[in-house]
């Protein structure tokens, strides 16, 4: 599989590439806008990673232009964090949207779930007992649970909770809700535990549980799905 | 400038006596030539149709500028007649029109010469007309002023009774009183923070109209000093902004290749030795740039804040379980005394979040090994305080810096992890959305404190 990778700093680009190439991917640099509308035009490129902030056409109008015509998976990488700039990103038509400094390890977990999703997101299961948010799957008739088609493995007391979740999609359901649900008992003073638990749901389903793509925290209110993903 | 002196005012009002008594002189003498036969009827027309035109003209001038003390100024005038009420001026108005009226009765009684008997009338028109400019004058004061009907015994006595019956405050009479309670209260308006009150200078007289363009200026002065200090602000945290972006690019890079030589297998104990210092470092500096963004934009007021009524109690629970694995990492315990139900109070939850998060965050870093973190939330009748305390591992220093400073830590070394940043960024976003922060050290002992008022 071809990675297109546009960022103005060369020095970016090229440590990009030895992390994509250790994972088997080939990958195409590039150093500008104009340059990466160039080489889509005439390689085949299953992915591309792009700047915002360049010389020639910066990545907002890159990926817009790109979008035009093509739908592959775009992961903005900018050293923008505010939450407009990264609004604006996913609104122009990227898929996510990465701050820098980021993690490599975490860049090239995104490549390969945008990735898995593109290809295998079409052949999704539908049954009845299926419940999907994004590249989240759940499937209770099988008690399995995917994200991006790689399976997670909950304990019981996550997968009860996570599928309570799933069900009533962008419901907040708080602390003591879930406890009564979970545990069929009445939460009297309720603790840290389905917070705990919340937690190691985060760590299993998403790539970086600091900021969660599914399982959202309500702050002061609960814990929901979020819908439109 | 266009002056309407008092004396330009006499000399109206005396040319419009002399047209006046010219007219009714005629008009007397009109009658008188018709039942004696005489002649000279044309001239004596001539001279009537001359003093009505002129007491006219200048009748219709004094109308347009009296009140008024020149061109440019609109403001009206009023003088010590115009203080009679309105209705008790029309009582005396009505009695001097009596008292004309039993003259001219009692004249027809006295034989005079024709001359005699014009010098009568004349005199009675001139006083007729005297009374009359005094009385029509000052209603036109009164109507060019709005307070025509207002500045009438009926009217306020009316306002007396509705105010005594109703128990309400008193709307002041007169036009002094009104225009400075309105800049009374326009300058209790600046005072409380409303800068975009501003006095309609059109609206205010003599005295009051440089007062209130006086406070006008207050205002400006203020709203720009205020405008500056928060431009200045914004320029700042834009400055960060823009600099930290131009930071992160080159740490980009130094990061990942950091990472990079970490893979290499390098056989030098020396060497792996250093790149573990690098990492330490740069991760470090990235943490450090991203809080100091934070930090500006949220001193600088640059934040969105979406407040929404919010479970404290379930915020505190809720952070408690992101956080207990790093505090089991140093052995710490987390004792959390809550109350059963929910306390609510307005808020934005996240930046809520963030502020206890870096207050547990501040705790898990500092606090003694093996030892307990108190996490409290107690209700007040009208606030909740959320509390946490912790053992400090290291001593802290006599004489402590305020630790909400930025750049400010509880350590004259800067070796450990932290950008000093943490416990400013929770105090100033708990200060915007309206709570207090507080912050205590006893000895070893450190306490924090939100509060915010319950709903």
């Known amino acids: 599989m071809t990675i297109l990778v546009c960022d103005d700093d060369k020095e970016i680009v090229d440590a990009i590439e030895i992390y994509l190439q250790q994972e088997g991917y080939s990958v195409e640099k590039v150093y500008d806008g104009e340059q990466a509308l160039e080489v889509l035009k005439t390689k ?11 010389p020639k056409l910066d990545g907002i109008r890159a990926t817009l232009q790109v ?35 980021f993690n490599p390890l975490e860049l ?27 590249g989240l799957v759940m499937n209770d008739d099988l008690k399995k649970v995917t994200v991006d088609g790689e399976e997670v493995r909950l304990t019981p007391i996550e997968y009860n909770i996570l599928l309570l979740l799933m069900k009533n999609k962008g419901k907040v359901y708080s602390i003591s809700q879930i406890y009564e649900e979970i545990w ?45 993903v | 400038m266009k002056e309407y002196s008092n004396g330009r005012k006499g000399a109206a009002i005396v040319i419009h006596q002399m047209f006046l008594v010219l007219m009714v002189c005629s008009i007397y003498g009109t009658g008188y030539n018709i039942r004696m036969h005489a002649g000279g009827l044309g001239e ?42 309105t209705d008790l001026h029309l009582v ?11 003259l001219c009765r009692n004249l027809r009684g006295l034989h005079f010469e024709f001359s005699g008997l014009l010098v009568a009338v004349g005199t009675i028109g001139y006083l007729t007309d005297a009374g009359f400019l005094i009385f029509y004058l000052s209603m036109v004061r009164r109507a060019k002023n709005n307070t025509l009907l207002q500045h009438s015994l009926v ?11 109703s128990g309400s405050f008193r709307e002041p009479v007169t036009r002094k009183a009104r225009e400075r309670l309105a800049i009374q209260r326009a300058i209790e308006e600046i005072a409380a923070g ?8 059109e609206n205010f007289h003599g005295q009051e109209r440089e007062l209130a363009v006086a406070v006008n200026h207050i205002r400006d002065g203020m709203s720009d000093a205020v405008m500056n200090h928060i431009k200045n602000e914004r320029m700042k945290a834009d400055l960060i902004t823009n600099v930290s972006h131009d930071i992160k690019t080159p740490l980009t890079s130094i990061v990942n290749y950091v990472d990079l030589l970490k893979r290499e297998n390098l056989d030098n104990e020396k060497a792996r030795g250093y790149i573990r210092i690098l990492d330490e470092k740069s991760q470090r500096l990235k943490q450090l740039t991203e809080d100091l963004v934070e930090a500006s934009k949220i001193s600088s007021g640059n934040i969105k804040l979406d407040i929404q009524e919010i479970d404290f109690v379930e915020l505190i629970y809720q952070t408690g379980g992101e956080f207990n694995e790093r505090f089991e990492a140093r052995g710490l315990t987390i004792v959390t005394r809550l109350p059963h139900d929910s306390v609510m109070v307005r808020a934005d939850g996240r930046q809520l979040y963030r502020a206890v998060e870096n207050l547990y965050t501040n705790a898990a870093k500092y606090a003694l090994e093996n030892t307990r973190v108190y996490v409290s939330l107690e209700e007040h009748d009208q606030t909740a305080v959320f509390t946490i305390k912790n053992i400090s591992s290291r001593q802290l220093p006599a004489g402590m810096p305020d630790l909400t400073e930025r750049f400010v830590r509880g350590e004259e070394s800067r070796t450990t992890e932290g950008s000093g940043l943490g416990l400013s960024i929770a105090k100033n976003l708990t200060t915007l959305m309206g709570g207090e922060f507080e912050i205590k050290v006893d000895g070893d002992l450190f306490i924090a404190a939100i509060t915010f008022h319950k709903i």
């Open chain 1, 44 to 54: 085949p490129v299953d992915l591309m990673i792009i700047d915002v902030m360049m």
């Open chain 1, 67 to 101: 979008r035009q015509s093509s739908s592959i998976p775009i992961i903005i990488l900018s050293a923008k964090t505010e939450d407009a700039d990264k609004i604006l990103g996913l609104n122009v038509g990227a898929d996510d949207y990465m701050t820098k400094p």
């Open chain 1, 108 to 134: 090239v977990a995104r490549v390969k779930s945008q990735l898995r999703r593109y290809t295998t997101l079409s052949s999704a299961v539908q049954g009845e007992a299926v419940y999907e948010a994004g």
């Open chain 1, 184 to 228: 069929n008992e009445e939460a009297i003073g309720a603790d840290n535990t389905v917070a705990v638990h919340i937690r190691h749901i985060r760590e299993k389903i998403e790539i970086n549980p600091r900021e969660p793509r599914y399982l959202k925290v309500v702050w002061g209110v609960g814990y929901k799905i979020e819908t439109g």
């Open chain 2, 44 to 85: 004596l027309s001539l001279l009537m149709v001359t003093g009505l035109v002129g007491s006219f003209v200048t009748l219709a001038w004094l109308t347009n500028i009296c009140g008024r003390r020149s061109e440019e100024d609109p403001g009206i005038y009023l003088n010590f007649i115009d203080r009679l009420y």
């Open chain 2, 92 to 102: 005396l108005m009505i009695m001097f029109i009596y008292l004309v009226f039993y």
């Open chain 2, 155 to 165: 009217w306020v006595l009316f306002h007396f009774i509705r105010d005594r019956l």
């Open chain 2, 194 to 201: 409303a800068f975009d009150t501003r006095l309609d200078a």
